[in-house]
């Protein structure tokens, strides 16, 4: 079975361009997230999903950035317009059940560098 | 909100050695205790986990134990190899699903 599936995996932009960063989660997997991760630094949560909805976004920028879950599979991060502060890795990860305390698993993460 | 904090930053050990990382956190709701290597460039993987109801886990040479009193974790790994060399990350998750992490500790396993 394929695991959580990122694209694209490395992305160069300059300021104020935008982004989008696309995450397939595992079959089944009724919650996703989206980490940003920065160097040197562990996983910080942007949005959580549970199905569509979209339950935690209190730490996601939400003048630059958004994102959407359609249909509770697939979502997508967008960052517009995207600032220098920006570079990271966005990693997205899914877990079996909602409410529950299932193994999280990672896609390998999409690195954004804005020149 | 939730603060979880991880020590040490980083950690270089002899091979065969053991090596120790301890996590605290701050918020009473947390029930689920994952624990990530991380390779460079690579996804985090869970290497071990924990949940709430249970104060030690064991798998092969690595270990994790957990206070519940005193709000604190910790991974043990013993007879450490090379490859075991990578960041490791805590977590804490509660049941809704909230989750924070550690910010990482680097071990070094020297041959």
């Known amino acids: 079975e394929a695991g959580v599936v990122q694209s694209p995996r490395y992305k160069i932009i300059e300021k104020k361009q935008p982004v989008a960063f696309w995450c397939n989660p595992i079959?089944?997997?009724?919650?996703l997230y989206w980490y940003r991760q920065n160097l040197g630094q562990g996983p910080e949560l942007l949005i959580r999903?549970?199905?569509?909805?979209?339950?935690?976004d209190s730490q996601l920028p939400k003048d630059r950035f958004s994102a959407e879950r359609l249909k509770g599979v697939d979502s997508t991060l967008k960052i517009q317009p995207a600032e220098l502060g920006d570079s990271a890795v966005y990693l997205c990860?899914?877990?079996?059940?909602?409410?529950?305390?299932?193994?999280?698993?990672f896609g390998e993460g999409s690195r954004l560098t804005v020149l | 909100g939730e603060n979880v904090e991880q020590h040490p930053s980083t950690l270089s050990v002899q091979e065969g050695d053991s090596a120790v990382i301890k996590c605290t956190y701050s918020?009473?709701?947390?029930?689920?205790f994952p624990w990530y290597k991380q390779e460079l460039g690579k996804r985090p993987q869970l290497i071990i986990d924990?949940?709430?109801?249970?104060g030690e886990k064991k798998d092969q040479r690595i270990a994790v134990t957990l206070n519940k009193t005193a709000k604190h974790f910790s991974l043990h790994i013993t007879e450490t190899q090379p490859e075991d060399s990578a960041v490791y990350f805590c977590?804490?998750?509660?049941?809704?699903?909230?989750?924070?992490f550690g910010d990482g500790t680097t071990l070094t396993v020297k041959p």
């Open positions: 990860a899914s877990r079996q059940t909602s409410g529950r305390s299932g193994e999280l698993f």
């Open positions: 999903y549970e199905n569509e909805e979209a339950v935690d």
């Open positions: 079959s089944g997997h009724n919650t």
């Open positions: 924990i949940r709430s109801n249970v």
């Open positions: 918020d009473s709701a947390s029930n689920y």
């Open positions: 977590a804490a998750f509660t049941n809704a699903g909230k989750s924070t």
